[in-house]
C-alpha cells in the first residue's frame, strides 16, 4: 500500500529518543565507579578484530549530560530513554552493599532536571554493561547467582529512584546478550558455546516491583526484546516458507516473548532445533514468568537486523519493516500495548550532519503510524535511537546512530544536530507535553501529539 498519509499521532503519545550508559557516559573509572564486563573486554580486546576502541571517553555524558538535556529540549521530545549503570551503582555488584553516592547523586540529578523540563524518564535498569566482579566471580548470566543479585539492584533502583520515574524497562534485548555474549564471543564478555538465560532475573525484578514498589509508585515495568523480520521473497511464498520464516522470528523475539506474553515456556519450533543449548523452565518458574510485562517493549534495529541476514534461507528476506513486525506481535501476543524502545538506523562514520538515518527514521515513523492506524496495533511510545553518537559495541565509532553529531577527536564533545535531528525538530515542535506520567492516555486537547506525517511509504 503506497499512499500519503497525513495525521497526527494520538493523545498521550509518548515521542523520545534514548541512549545506553556504557555507549555514552564514558568517565569508566572516575567517581567511583567499578569496571563492566564491556570496560573489560575492550581493554582486553583492544586492537584485535573484536575491538578497535575503548569507550573510556565515548561521548562523555557524565560529565556533560546537561548538554545533553539541551540537546533533547532542541528535539522537543516528550520522554528520554536512559540507563543506570550497575557497576557505577555498585562496583563490586552487590546492592547489599553501600551504593556509589556520586552515581546516586548523578542520576538523581539527571531525572530531576528531565522532569523539570516535563521530559518523561524511561529508566533500564541494564543495558549489557554488567559488572566485571560478577563476571569473575559467578560467570555472568550462566550462574543462577545473579538472579538474586539482578532482584536486590533493582529493588533499590526503584526504592532510590522510582517516586520519580514511572517507566521501567528491566534489560535490554537479551537475545543479543544471549547469542553474542556467550554464543560467538562477538560482544562482552566475550564467552562462546552456549546460551545464558536472564529471564527469571527478568521477572523476579518485575514481580519485586509489583509486590512491593507498585502500589504506591504506580509505575510500569517491561523489558526490552530484540528482533529482525523476515518474509517470503515475492512470487515464493509457500506454505514451507512461511512456516520457515514464522519460525525465523520465533527463535528470536518468541525466545524470550512467548515465556512472558505465551504459555510460560519457549516456542516448541525452538525447542525442537535448539532445546539441549536453552535453560530450562520447572513448572513452577513458567507461573512465575508468564505476564511479568505491563507492556510490550520492541528493539528493533541494526543489531538485530544483521544477525537476521545470517538466520535467513533461500527464498526469503530480511526486511526492516517495522509495520510487519509490529503487526506480528499483534496477532501472537493478544495485542498487547506495545514500546517501541529503539528504533533507528546507522550511517558510516565518515558520514557527518548530513546522515542518511534520517530517511529511515522518517520511513519507520510512518510503519509505525500505518500500524497503529490501519493495523490497529496499540502502540503508546516510540524512542528514535540514539540521542547522541556513541561507542556502537563491536563496531566501536566505525557507525553513528546518534541524531546528534559528535567530533571523537575533540575533547569538548560538542553536540551539533544532523538532519536527522531536524527532522525529529520539525516533527515534535507542534506537541504540546502529556500531563500524566507512565504513558497513560491524557485529555484529548491537552496530549494531542502534533507530530504530523506527510510521506509515501
Given at each position: ?369 500505518k500500524a497503529m492506524k490501519l493495523d490497529g496495533v496499540n502502540v503508546f511510545s ?31 564533545r560538542t553536540r551539533t544536530p544532523k538532519t536527522s535531528a531536524h527532522t525529529c525538530h ?32
Amino acid at each position: 500500500l503506497n499512499s500519503f498519509l497525513h495525521d497526527t499521532f494520538p493523545s498521550g503519545f509518548l515521542w523520545g529518543t534514548g541512549t545506553s550508559a556504557f555507549q555514552t557516559e564514558g568517565a569508566w573509572d572516575q567517581e567511583g565507579k567499578g569496571p563492566s564486563i564491556w570496560d573489560h573486554f575492550t581493554h582486553s580486546t583492544v586492537g584485535t578484530d573484536l575491538a578497535t576502541e575503548t569507550a573510556n571517553v565515548a561521548s562523555d555524558s557524565y560529565t556533560r549530560w546537561e548538554e545533553d538535556v539541551e540537546a533533547l529540549e532542541y528535539l522537543g521530545v516528550i520522554s528520554y530513554s536512559f540507563s543506570l549503570s550497575w557497576p557505577r551503582l555498585f562496583p563490586d555488584g552487590d546492592a547489599k552493599n553501600q551504593a556509589n553516592p556520586a552515581a546516586v547523586e548523578h542520576y538523581s540529578r539527571l531525572i530531576e532536571k528531565l522532569l523539570e523540563k516535563k521530559i518523561e524518564p524511561i529508566v533500564t535498569l541494564h543495558h549489557w554493561d554488567l559488572p566485571q566482579v560478577l563476571q569473575e566471580h559467578y560467570g555472568g548470566w550462566r550462574n543462577d547467582t545473579l538472579v538474586g543479585l539482578f532482584e536486590e539492584y533493582a529493588a533499590f533502583c526503584f526504592h532510590t529512584f522510582g517516586s520519580r520515574v514511572k517507566i521501567w524497562l528491566t534489560m535490554h534485548n537479551p537475545y543479543l546478550v544471549a547469542v553474542q555474549g556467550y554464543g560467538t564471543g562477538v560482544h562482552a564478555p566475550g564467552e562462546t558455546g552456549g546460551a545464558a538465560g536472564s529471564l527469571i532475573a527478568h521477572a523476579k525484578a518485575w514481580h519485586t516491583y509489583n509486590t512491593h514498589f507498585r502500589p504506591t509508585q504506580r509505575g510500569q515495568v517491561s523489558i526490552v526484546l530484540g528482533t529482525h523480520w523476515v518474509e517470503p521473497q515475492r512470487g515464493k511464498s509457500t506454505v514451507d516458507n512461511i512456516e520457515f520464516c514464522q519460525q525465523s522470528i520465533e527463535a528470536v523475539l518468541g525466545w524470550f516473548a512467548n515465556p512472558i506474553f505465551g504459555d510460560g515456556d519457549y516456542p516448541p519450533s525452538l525447542k525442537i532445533k535448539h532445546g539441549a543449548l536453552l535453560p530450562s523452565f520447572s513448572p513452577e518458574e513458567k507461573l512465575w514468568v508468564q505476564k511479568t510485562t505491563d507492556f510490550f517493549a520492541l528493539s528493533f534495529g541494526p543489531n538485530n537486523f544483521r544477525l537476521g541476514r545470517g538466520l535467513v534461507q533461500y527464498g526469503q528476506t530480511v526486511s526492516p519493516d517495522l509495520r510487519r513486525i509490529l503487526g506480528w506481535i499483534k496477532l501472537e501476543y493478544g495485542d498487547p500495548r506495545v514500546m517501541v524502545a529503539e528504533g533507528g538506523w546507522f550511517s558510516e562514520s565518515s558520514v557527518g550532519r548530513e546522515d542518511t538515518v534520517a530517511i529511515y527514521l522518517m520511513k519507520s515513523l510512518c510503519f509505525s503510524f500505518k500500524a497503529m492506524k490501519l493495523d490497529g496495533v496499540n502502540v503508546f511510545s516510540y524512542s528514535a535511537w540514539s540521542l547522541v553518537d556513541g561507542f556502537e559495541w563491536n563496531y566501536g565509532f566505525t557507525v553513528r546512530r546518534g541524531l546528534f553529531y559528535i567530533d571523537f577527536s575533540q575533547l569538548n564533545r560538542t553536540r551539533t544536530p544532523k538532519t536527522s535531528a531536524h527532522t525529529c525538530h520539525l516533527c515534535h515542535h507542534h506537541q504540546k507535553k502529556p500531563k500524566s506520567q507512565g504513558g497513560e492516555q491524557n485529555n484529548q486537547e491537552e496530549g494531542k501529539s502534533h507530530c504530523v506525517l506527510m510521506s509515501a511509504c
